[in-house]
Nanobody, 123 residues
């Protein structure tokens, strides 16, 4: 299977910045898209941003202009640069990816999630 591991979360003051990273590992054949979602206490998980293999991006409307998603294809990594952070951005941020991996000699589809990284915005 394919594993995703996030890093870069932490405590930051309002107006500050953080950069999250997510690394995918396993017998990956190709990745169609990688992205970030977040879940605050008591709320449903919501889309933050997605980036496709071709570089197309999509953001939650409320986050456009503050968050930037990028990727490193060679390292199977995705990043989320978060600027001008607000207390309402506090949440667990999850990385996700979909694509194909190899099991034995077979290419199979995968869809994986990381365990999440906590981002807390507070003074």
């Amino acid at each position: 299977q394919v594993q995703l591991v996030e890093s870069g979360g932490g405590l930051v003051q309002p107006g500050g910045s953080l950069k999250l990273s997510c690394a995918a590992s396993g017998n990956i054949l190709s990745i169609n898209a990688m992205g970030w979602c977040r879940q605050a206490p008591g709320n449903q998980r919501e889309l933050v941003a997605v980036i496709t293999s071709g570089g197309s991006t999509e953001y939650a409307d409320s986050l456009k202009g503050r968050f930037t998603i990028s990727k490193d294809n060679a390292k199977n990594m995705v990043f989320l640069q978060m600027n001008s952070l607000k207390p309402e951005d506090t949440a667990v941020y999850y990385c996700n990816a979909e694509g194909q991996y190899v099991r034995g000699a077979l290419p199979l589809p995968f869809g994986s999630w990381g365990r999440g990284t906590q981002v807390t915005v507070s003074s």
